[in-house]
């Protein structure tokens, strides 16, 4: 995922410290923030991704490096890749320490034992960035035929099942979903782009096709104990709100059962009054389904780069965002991310060599934003 650019570490020390004041205020402001929420009993999980970060610290499988060293900062929300396209299949996002399987389904994939490994952690939710092997994430978008759609629900409906009978003794959720929809139905990066009526259409019946199959899988298991959900990640947003530009949100979510909708929330990142407006504008387009009903849309990606903000700006933003997400009751706020995934040079050697998109830099060193996660800490601790 292409973001803005990195700095140089310059976080120091401990004790009665500024630097320390400054992030123990941050946590007050948040906590502050958290008390005026509207709905008190819809409550927010601090997330983290860890999808293709670019170094690693260990000889361990990268997969299981990442998932425990997010867990280890206090989240109990882990987003990561679980997915067989041609474009980006997860094997190639995690290739530090790793020795992948050859397997040609993403029910086989969940059942490799890296995954096994990650999800008999002790996390509450998993979000996976999924699509069926194979075929480029985005394929869709040039046709999409009935044999097509018959594969699409196949394949999430193994993958559901597969999920809830390993699973069947945990309350462990797993939400599956697309990455960033406004650019896949576009074809390109650029949002001026309008995207074809025929690849509008044809997204909607690719979303349906894998919602069916979420759902088909719940039906064939009927576990009581975890579950698993589906969910369509939108990303342009501010434009379609600010100038009735297409967009997923308006012209693909309302035509589709969406167990839940993601935001990758880039485009209101600088204005945490207008990421939450983007909230209310998604959950207004959304058809409310069980089991979030009201609380159907959580934020999939946010934050900032130290490349654009101080490690102290970088703090207070993302305290002011997650307390819009909060106050809104999304079940799910995201992090990105735990290990930058973009660096600015080949051969990257330094902190400064990277845009800046961590939780932990390059030299081990952490970003005061992990101080957010340490009341979900406090919280696990107290199980």
Not at 52 to 74: C, H, M, N, P, Q
Not at 131 to 137: L, M, N, Q, V
Request: hydrophobic letters at 40%; one cysteine or more.
């Amino acid at each position: 995922m292409m973001r803005r650019s990195a700095e140089q570490d310059r976080r120091r020390g401990h004790g009665g410290s500024p630097a320390v004041r400054r992030i123990v205020g941050a946590v007050l402001m948040l906590a502050a923030l958290r008390c005026q929420a509207q709905d008190p009993a819809a409550a927010t999980q601090l997330g983290v991704a860890h999808i293709g970060g670019r170094y690693a610290f260990t000889e361990k499988d990268f997969l299981i490096e990442g998932a425990e060293a997010v867990r280890s900062l206090g989240a109990r929300c882990l987003k990561i890749s679980l997915s067989l396209d041609t474009d980006n299949p997860s094997p190639s996002l995690y290739p530090f320490g790793s020795r992948w399987p050859e397997v040609t389904s993403l029910d086989a994939l969940a059942d490799t034992p890296a995954y096994r490994s990650v999800f008999a952690m002790d996390f509450d939710t998993f979000i996976l960035t999924s699509f069926r092997p194979g075929r480029p994430a985005g394929y869709w978008r040039t046709g999409f035929t009935e044999a097509d759609e018959q594969a699409e629900t196949e394949c999430f409906a193994a993958l559901t099942e597969q999920l809830l009978l390993r699973h069947a003794t945990t309350r462990k959720t797993f939400v599956i979903q697309n990455w960033e929809g406004d650019w896949a139905v576009r074809g390109s990066f650029d949002p001026a782009v309008s995207p074809t009526r025929d690849a509008t259409a044809n997204m909607v019946r690719w979303l349906a096709a894998r919602q069916r199959g979420v759902a088909r899988g719940r039906r064939a298991v009927a576990a009581n104990g975890p579950r698993v959900v589906h969910a369509c990640e939108v990303n342009l947003v501010r434009q379609a709100m600010e100038r009735g530009a297409p967009s997923v949100t308006t012209d693909v979510v309302p035509h589709v059962p969406l167990d839940l909708v993601s935001y990758s929330a880039w485009d209101t990142k600088d204005s945490p009054h207008d990421f939450g407006r983007a909230l209310d504008f998604i959950l207004r387009h959304k058809p409310s389904t069980e089991p979030f009903g009201a609380h159907g849309v959580y934020v999939g990606e946010f934050g900032l780069p130290e490349s654009e903000a101080s490690p102290r700006e970088v703090l207070d933003r993302t305290a002011a965002l997650l307390a819009q997400a909060e106050r809104r009751g999304c079940p799910y706020a995201v992090y990105w991310q735990l290990y930058c995934n973009e660096p600015l040079v080949k051969d990257p050697k330094s902190n400064a060599d990277y845009k800046g998109f961590w939780l932990i830099r390059p030299d081990g060193t952490r970003s005061p934003v992990c101080d957010l996660l340490r009341p979900a800490a406090a919280d696990s601790q107290g199980r």
